[in-house]
């Protein structure tokens, strides 16, 4: 059973702001929202991770609602290079031996100029 | 800081021959991670060690595959028959593992492209 859905695939345009939204209805009590991206011929780069309201760092934003049920991730003034896959995770950081990563097929965003 | 180191980047076999992938995890980090992707399954875990112990081989696909991590810097996927089913981009990660599970800030290396003829 998937932890997590998210859309196929997105087009954008250069300096558009865009947001990805992942849903994870049955995330746990103690599971946060990991987001990582990959390039093509490029292993998958962690970006951000969130527990709850919002989350911001250099690269993007992760706003995460009250009932935890959905996370978007938001990209500020997006670039050609911005095209890759982002994926989704839930899972508790801290690591509980029975947890399982499932990365999914993730979002492939593409770009357009 | 070199990252997660693999090698060798490409590699073309016959079915039926052994093969070996090489991971040099971050210095420090504790966990180590094998992924698979292909266009149609994705990204799938394989395996992962903390502190070189494995503790979740259930994504090994069969008998053929396995893996070794004999010191905290050096760990091995092997392959032995291959089958072309086994073609694919491997991809090993390390991480800094607090617990006994899986850490899900990982760090993924330049992956190993496998094409089995």
């Known amino acids: 059973l998937a932890k997590t859905t998210q859309p196929i695939s997105m087009d954008s345009y250069e300096g558009q702001e865009v947001n990805i939204t992942c849903s994870h209805n049955?995330?746990?009590?103690?599971?946060?929202i990991t987001w990582y991206q990959q390039f093509p011929s490029q292993g998958p780069r962690f970006i951000i991770q969130?527990?709850?309201t919002k989350v911001t760092n250099e690269v993007a934003s992760l706003f995460i609602p009250a009932d935890r049920k959905s996370s978007t991730l938001s990209l500020p003034r997006v670039s050609l290079s911005d095209t890759a896959v982002y994926y989704c995770?839930?899972?508790?950081?801290?690591?509980?031996?029975?947890?399982?990563?499932?990365f999914g097929k993730g979002t492939r965003l593409h770009i357009l100029p | 800081d070199a990252g997660v180191i693999q090698s060798p980047r490409h590699e073309v076999t016959e079915m039926g021959q052994e093969v070996t992938l090489r991971c040099k995890p971050i210095?420090?980090?504790?966990?180590l991670f094998w992924y698979r992707q292909t266009m149609m399954r994705g990204l799938e875990l394989l395996i992962y060690?903390?502190?070189?112990?494995?503790?979740?081989d259930s994504g090994m696909p069969e008998d053929r595959f396995s893996a070794k991590m004999p010191n905290a810097s050096f760990s091995t996927l092997k392959i032995q028959p291959s089958e072309p089913r086994d073609s694919a981009v491997y991809f090993c990660?390390?991480?800094?593992?607090?617990?006994?599970?899986?850490?899900?800030?990982?760090?993924f290396g330049p992956g190993t492209r496998l094409t089995v003829t």
């Open positions: 990660a390390s991480s800094l593992a607090r617990s006994s599970g899986p850490s899900y800030e990982q760090y």
């Open positions: 049955n995330i746990a009590t103690n599971d946060y």
């Open positions: 969130g527990y709850k």
């Open positions: 995770l839930v899972g508790d950081p801290r690591g509980r031996r029975d947890d399982k990563i499932i």
């Open positions: 210095s420090g980090h504790n966990s």
């Open positions: 060690f903390n502190n070189n112990v494995p503790i979740d």
